[in-house]
Nanobody, 123 residues
Framework: QVQLVESGGGLVQAGGSLKLACAASGRVFSSNAVGWFRQAPGKEREFVASIRLSGVSTFYTDSVKGRFTISRDNAKNTVYLQMNSLSFEDTAVYYC????????????????WGQGTQVTVSS
């Protein structure tokens, strides 16, 4: 079992920054990658970014490239999402999730999920 707990969400003005954290416990190394997803009201959950737990491979959806950075600290079993230049369209509940796959943008490939953290960007 893997447990994931997100933190770092909040209210920020447009143009501001937030850093989300995803703390993992349990058999985290049974997973190969951790991803961040988000879900805005009335919309489907969408892939944001992912990182392999070994190596340096990272992946981003086009809308966040150049603004968001995913990173990890294996010693702390924590994955981060640094979000800069936030806009109203980034408002959503952000979830971290773990997958046995090396890479996937599909939520169905992720078998462990956190409870989510709310990010609200005021315009």
């Amino acid at each position: 079992q893997v447990q994931l707990v997100e933190s770092g969400g909040g209210l920020v003005q447009a143009g501001g920054s937030l850093k989300l954290a995803c703390a993992a416990s349990g058999r985290v190394f049974s997973s190969n990658a951790v991803g961040w997803f988000r879900q805005a009201p009335g919309k489907e959950r969408e892939f944001v970014a992912s990182i392999r737990l070994s190596g340096v491979s990272t992946f981003y959806t086009d809308s966040v490239k150049g603004r968001f950075t995913i990173s990890r600290d294996n010693a702390k079993n924590t994955v981060y999402l640094q979000m800069n230049s936030l806009s109203f369209e980034d408002t959503a509940v952000y979830y971290c999730a773990a997958t046995p796959r090396i890479y996937s943008t599909r939520s169905s490939d992720y078998n462990y999920w956190g409870q989510g953290t709310q990010v609200t960007v005021s315009s």
